[in-house]
């Protein structure tokens, strides 16, 4: 069975930080590229960054560049967001997602999904 699963979110203060962590199983993430979505009440999902399979490149929204990064640890089967500065408008459940080598704008070309991770950012 394929499986991703999302931890690390929860509530924090406007400036504060959080880590965000995908971990596989039943398929090794090494051949996968890793994106992070998320998904605010009344709003679409929208991709925030997207990291493919080598780690050699990785790709953020502007809205979020400079803030977070992106990284990946093979040997852990785990993939991170670390997300620094956040503001209010970061509030969102956040989805990892995998597919083959390379990433891709477009969710509906994603195969696999975590179930979402709340991440509320709050005075």
């Known amino acids: 069975q394929l499986q991703l699963v999302e931890s690390g979110g929860g509530l924090v203060q406007p400036g504060g930080s959080l880590r965000l962590s995908c971990a596989a199983s039943?398929?090794?993430?090494?051949?996968?590229?890793i994106g992070w979505f998320r998904q605010a009440p009344g709003k679409e999902r929208e991709g925030v960054s997207c990291?493919?399979?080598?780690?050699?490149?990785?790709n953020y929204v502007d809205s979020v560049k400079g803030r977070f990064t992106t990284s990946r640890d093979n040997t852990k089967n785990t993939v991170y967001l670390q997300m620094n500065s956040l503001k209010p408008e970061d509030t969102a459940v956040y989805y990892c997602?995998?597919?083959?080598?390379?990433?891709?704008?477009?969710?509906?070309?994603?195969?696999?999904w975590g179930q979402g991770t709340q991440v509320t950012v709050s005075s």
């Open positions: 039943g398929f090794t993430l090494d051949d996968f590229a």
């Open positions: 997602a995998a597919r083959p080598y390379y990433c891709h704008s477009g969710t509906r070309l994603w195969e696999y």
């Open positions: 990291i493919n399979s080598s780690g050699g490149s990785a």
